[in-house]
Nanobody, 126 residues
Framework: QGQLVESGGGLVQAGDSLRLSCAAS?????????MVWFRQAPGKEREFVAA????????LYADSVKGRFTVSRDNSRSTVYLQMNSLKPEDTAIYFC??????????????????WGQGTQVTVSS
């Protein structure tokens, strides 16, 4: 089975930008999966951030990040990206990517069909 590896996290100041990457390796069929970003802040439940369909045509965002974050993918590189602009302290969390075999309109971290990466820490200071 393949592996998802997130990268690009770090410590930034409010208003700064970061681009997260999630690279798939060791598996097959990346281009057939929808890809989803979730995040989990300290003491809080994991929450949906953004999703992109297998061909990049459909994207979906949580209201809290709409207009600031952009999800994209490069199937030739088996990689999905999350461009995060105008970061706020409340964006501080561990960010996880997940591969989904089918598109749904309501992404839940409890979905058993999701295949997860290990996460990358994003910390935004005020």
């Amino acid at each position: 089975q393949g592996q998802l590896v997130e990268s690009g996290g770090g410590l930034v100041q409010a208003g700064d930008s970061l681009r997260l990457s999630c690279a798939a390796s060791g598996g097959r069929g990346f281009s057939s999966y929808a890809m989803v970003w979730f995040r989990q802040a300290p003491g809080k439940e994991r929450e949906f951030v953004a999703a992109i369909s297998w061909n990049g045509v459909i994207t979906l965002y949580a209201d809290s990040v709409k207009g600031r974050f952009t999800v994209s993918r490069d199937n030739s590189r088996s990689t999905v990206y999350l461009q995060m602009n105008s970061l706020k302290p409340e964006d501080t969390a561990i960010y996880f990517c997940a591969a989904a075999p089918r598109w749904v309109s309501n992404w839940r971290p409890s979905d058993a069909s999701l295949y997860w990466g290990q996460g990358t820490q994003v910390t935004v200071s005020s």
